[in-house]
């Protein structure tokens, strides 16, 4: 990680430390025993925590100027990028939000609650948070089918309940509207209790209501699991893609073939030292080398591997267990291939095949 981006990296943690400060200060800022005592101690750290986001800000833009080989044009690049980010909207509104109310003349016990839009700096860093946004985008027509499903389970309940139980009780399903209450805390499966059906076909209905409510929200897991889990395969896939797209070895391949390429490989990554494969143990897998270098440990002296090149190949082309010790010696990315789909290789593109079996014969003919 070069300087630059690990003192970056840094920033975002302090940002996130200030922020959750000044969440705390004005949390407990709300309990009157508590403002009591620190209540001047609570006011001076919500003005330092906006300051403080300023700062950070200002940090940032220098980092930039000081990063460029031309400060002015760094600068320029970082204004352009930055303005235009969602990111500098949430920086905007956590520096302003405590300051604005309180110039404003709103009193400064009031105006300190606007800092809890500080929480959305937490959105500012998270990955998690755009994937969340994709998958609901992408399952839009699913989710809002299952959405209409809801209103029209609970529009009925609640004409069902009216019909069956406003003679019994008019105070609260005098109306279809007033029913709504307890058809949204039922079909919701929250169930205060407050409101409850008296007659038979009530509560029979009440019960159906209930059964539907669970199947509703298991159907909208269902429909956010699969969301999530077809949104990481395709970035997975994205990814292996492009390192694939870098390996010469693929090159030749096609692009047609680079993506079922792509689909059998799985992204890797080895820190420096760490051991991909022992001498001994049986093997499952091969790897090639998209960045970084390996060190194979001979007998005849140890062998460097990097960019473009393969290893663990042997034991997969002859069933034995591994020749050598295999160690990252600088951080690594590497694509991974099974035995199962080694084979499968085999059958789809028998060339590529070829060149590792011919690559294993050789090395094992190497003194
Ligand atoms: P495998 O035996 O599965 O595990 C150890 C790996 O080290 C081996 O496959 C090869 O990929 C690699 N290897 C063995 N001998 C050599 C060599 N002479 N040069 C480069 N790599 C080698």
Same mark, same amino acid.
């Given at each position: 990680?070069? @300087?630059?981006?690990r003192?970056?990296?840094? !920033?975002?943690?302090?940002?996130?430390?200030?922020?959750?400060?000044?969440?705390?200060?004005?949390?407990?800022?709300?309990s009157?025993?508590?403002?009591?005592? $620190?209540?001047?101690?609570?006011? @001076?750290?919500?003005?330092?925590?906006?300051?403080?986001?300023? +700062?950070?800000?200002?940090?940032?833009a220098?980092?930039?100027?000081a990063?460029?080989?031309?400060?002015?044009?760094?600068l320029?690049?970082?204004?352009?990028?930055?303005?235009?980010?969602?990111?500098?909207a *949430?920086?905007?509104? +956590?520096?302003?939000?405590?300051p604005?109310?309180?110039?404003?003349?709103?009193?400064?016990d009031t105006? /300190? &609650?606007?800092? !809890?839009?500080?929480?959305?700096? #937490?959105a500012?860093?998270? /990955?998690?948070?755009?994937?969340?946004?994709?998958? *609901?985008?992408? %399952?839009?027509?699913?989710?809002?089918?299952?959405? !209409?499903?809801?209103?029209?389970?609970l529009i009925?309940?609640?004409?069902?309940?009216?019909?069956l139980?406003?003679?019994?009780?008019?105070?609260?399903?005098?109306?279809?509207?007033?029913?709504?209450? $307890?058809?949204?805390a039922?079909?919701?499966?929250?169930?205060?209790?407050?409101v409850?059906?008296?007659? #038979?076909?009530?509560?029979v209905?009440a019960?159906?209501?209930?059964?539907?409510?669970?199947?509703?929200?298991?159907?909208?897991?269902?429909?956010?699991?699969? @969301?999530f889990?077809?949104?990481?395969?395709? /970035?997975?896939?994205?990814q292996?893609?492009d390192?694939?797209?870098?390996?010469?070895?693929? /090159?030749?391949?096609? +692009?047609?073939a680079?993506?079922?390429?792509?689909?059998?490989?799985?992204?890797?990554?080895?820190?420096?030292?760490?051991?991909?494969?022992?001498?001994?143990?049986?093997?499952?897998?091969?790897?090639?080398?998209?960045?970084?270098?390996?060190?194979?440990?001979?007998?005849?002296?140890?062998?460097?591997?990097?960019?473009d090149?393969?290893?663990g190949?042997? %034991?997969?082309?002859?069933?034995?267990?591994?020749?050598?010790?295999?160690?990252?010696?600088?951080?690594?990315?590497l &694509?991974? =291939?099974?035995?199962a789909?080694?084979?499968? =290789?085999g059958?789809?593109?028998?060339e590529l095949?070829k060149?590792?079996?011919?690559?294993?014969?050789?090395r094992?003919? &190497?003194?």
């Amino acid at each position: 990680m070069s @300087g630059n981006r690990r003192t970056l990296r840094l !920033l975002g943690i302090a940002d996130c430390a200030i922020v959750v400060v000044g969440l705390l200060t004005i949390v407990a800022g709300t309990s009157k025993p508590v403002a009591a005592e $620190w209540n001047g101690l609570f006011v @001076g750290t919500v003005w330092i925590v906006s300051i403080l986001f300023a +700062a950070i800000v200002g940090v940032r833009a220098t980092l930039a100027y000081a990063a460029s080989a031309v400060p002015a044009s760094g600068l320029k690049r970082f204004v352009v990028d930055y303005v235009s980010s969602p990111a500098a909207a *949430i920086d905007l509104v +956590a520096i302003l939000a405590v300051p604005v109310p309180a110039i404003a003349g709103i009193d400064i016990d009031t105006a /300190r &609650l606007f800092g !809890l839009l500080w929480v959305f700096k #937490f959105a500012r860093y998270s /990955r998690g948070l755009g994937l969340l946004g994709r998958v *609901i985008r992408n %399952a839009a027509e699913p989710l809002l089918s299952v959405l !209409l499903g809801f209103v029209t389970v609970l529009i009925a309940a609640a004409t069902g309940m009216y019909l069956l139980e406003s003679g019994n009780q008019p105070n609260q399903f005098g109306s279809i509207s007033q029913a709504l209450w $307890w058809a949204i805390a039922t079909l919701t499966t929250t169930g205060y209790g407050d409101v409850v059906p008296l007659t #038979f076909m009530g509560r029979v209905l009440a019960g159906s209501v209930m059964i539907c409510g669970i199947g509703m929200f298991a159907l909208w897991a269902g429909v956010l699991a699969t @969301g999530f889990a077809d949104e990481l395969r395709r /970035r997975e896939f994205l990814q292996t893609w492009d390192l694939v797209a870098k390996v010469p070895f693929f /090159r030749n391949v096609g +692009a047609p073939a680079i993506a079922a390429v792509a689909r059998l490989l799985k992204h890797r990554e080895m820190a420096r030292g760490q051991i991909v494969m022992r001498r001994g143990q049986p093997g499952e897998t091969m790897y090639f080398v998209v960045s970084g270098e390996v060190e194979v440990d001979l007998a005849s002296g140890p062998v460097r591997l990097g960019h473009d090149k393969f290893f663990g190949e042997m %034991a997969l082309v002859t069933g034995e267990r591994r020749g050598a010790t295999v160690t990252a010696v600088a951080h690594c990315v590497l &694509l991974e =291939l099974d035995v199962a789909d080694f084979r499968q =290789l085999g059958s789809t593109h028998p060339e590529l095949l070829k060149v590792i079996a011919e690559e294993a014969d050789r090395r094992r003919q &190497l003194p």
